[in-house]
């Protein structure tokens, strides 16, 4: 069963550009989440959809970031336009049970730097 | 104050130590709690999830919850230098409107040295 599948892996902007990253959750995964992660720091929740709804995107800082699950299947997260403290790692996620209690299948991440 | 929180480390240990993992929380509404393991360079993968507060075994895993002291702990035997990596604790919040929110902790470095 192939896993969570995230692009691009590494991106590499100038600031004030903006950015795009893909999901493709685990097949039949209803629930999917977009998660920040900081060097050194656990993973942060920026939103998180049941099918094609956000049920949580408090997190979101919406002036910049924006995202949309069409269809109930893949995901795109997107910052425009990118600043400096937003080179992090950002890590998609997705899991079988909804109601957000279950077990989260990560993807490897796309690690962004923004110079 | 974080909701959860954890010792980032680093641990370095031994092959063969037993290392011990600990985290704390201070919402009440925190019914769901997990380890995840995070490989350099990796996603987080789930290593235990419990739902009560006693043990839970799984291996040379253990998972230690006590919710009337709001402190988990997990518990690695015969620790093996593919152990190291970096473990995350997780809380989901079973209440309230942040229903099924995940909340992680800042996550421990371990290093097992052969």
């Known amino acids: 069963e192939a896993g969570v599948v995230q692009s691009p892996r590494y991106k590499i902007i100038e600031k004030k550009q903006p950015v795009a990253f893909w999901c493709n959750p685990i097949s039949g995964h209803n629930t999917l989440y977009w998660y920040l992660q900081n060097l050194g720091q656990g993973p942060e929740l920026l939103i998180r959809?049941?099918?094609?709804?956000?049920?949580?995107d408090s997190q979101l800082p919406k002036d910049r970031f924006s995202a949309e699950r069409l269809k109930g299947v893949d995901s795109t997260l997107k910052i425009q336009p990118a600043e400096l403290g937003d080179s992090a790692v950002y890590l998609c996620a997705s899991s079988p049970v909804t109601g957000g209690t279950g077990e989260l299948f990560f993807g490897e991440g796309s690690r962004l730097t923004v110079l | 104050q974080k909701e959860v929180e954890q010792d980032p480390g680093p641990l370095s240990v031994p092959e063969g130590a037993i290392v011990s993992l600990n985290c704390t929380y201070s919402?009440?509404?925190?019914?769901?709690f997990m380890w995840y393991r995070q490989y350099s360079r990796k996603g987080p993968e789930l290593l235990m999830y419990t739902y009560s507060s006693g043990n839970k075994e799984d291996g040379r895993f253990t998972a230690q919850v006590d919710k009337s002291s709001k402190y988990i702990s997990l518990f690695i035997r015969d620790s093996q230098p593919s152990d190291s990596a970096t473990y995350l604790c997780a809380m989901v919040n079973a209440g309230g409107t942040s229903y099924g929110k995940l909340t992680f902790g800042q996550g421990t470095i371990l290093t097992v040295h052969p």
């Open positions: 919402n009440s509404a925190f019914q769901y």
């Open positions: 959809y049941e099918n094609e709804e956000a049920v949580d």
